[in-house]
């Protein structure tokens, strides 16, 4: 099971980003999938879910409105399209999976229900 995160970088705000999370070993499509943040010094923060039951997204409130989570089963790949960014949406961006649960856990927003982690990207957005 690998999960890999791409398309993070330098942006200036107001921009707009996407990120995937490819997956490898395993299809992506019969699992909820999760996107968190971690800037220095503060926790991971949860910012997206997509459940693969019914297609059903989630966001924190700091993210709503402007990121969309989205998922192309053909390429195995779960998207976090960032738009009107701001520079505290600088931090390191991962995504994960339970490797169980097809649809996002109740406590969507909490790590420790994710088991399965890519490596993040760097998200840098300038003033």
């Known amino acids: 099971v690998q999960l890999v995160e791409s398309g993070g970088g330098l942006v200036q705000a107001g921009g707009s980003l996407r990120l995937s999370c490819a997956a490898s070993g395993f299809t992506l499509d019969y699992y909820a999938i999760g996107w968190f943040r971690q800037a220095p010094g503060k926790e991971r923060e949860g910012v997206s879910c997509?459940?693969?039951?019914?297609?059903?997204?989630y966001y924190a409130d700091s993210v709503k409105g402007r990121f969309t989570i989205s998922r192309d089963n053909a390429k195995n790949t779960v998207y976090l399209q960032m738009n009107s960014v701001k520079p505290e949406d600088t931090a390191v961006y991962y995504c994960?999976?339970?490797?169980?649960?097809?649809?996002?856990?109740?406590?969507?927003?909490?790590?420790?229900?994710?088991?399965?982690w890519g490596q993040g990207t760097q998200v840098t957005v300038s003033s």
């Open positions: 994960a999976t339970d490797f169980f649960s097809s649809s996002c856990p109740v406590a969507r927003y909490r790590a420790a229900e994710y088991a399965y």
């Open positions: 997509i459940s693969s039951s019914d297609g059903s997204t």
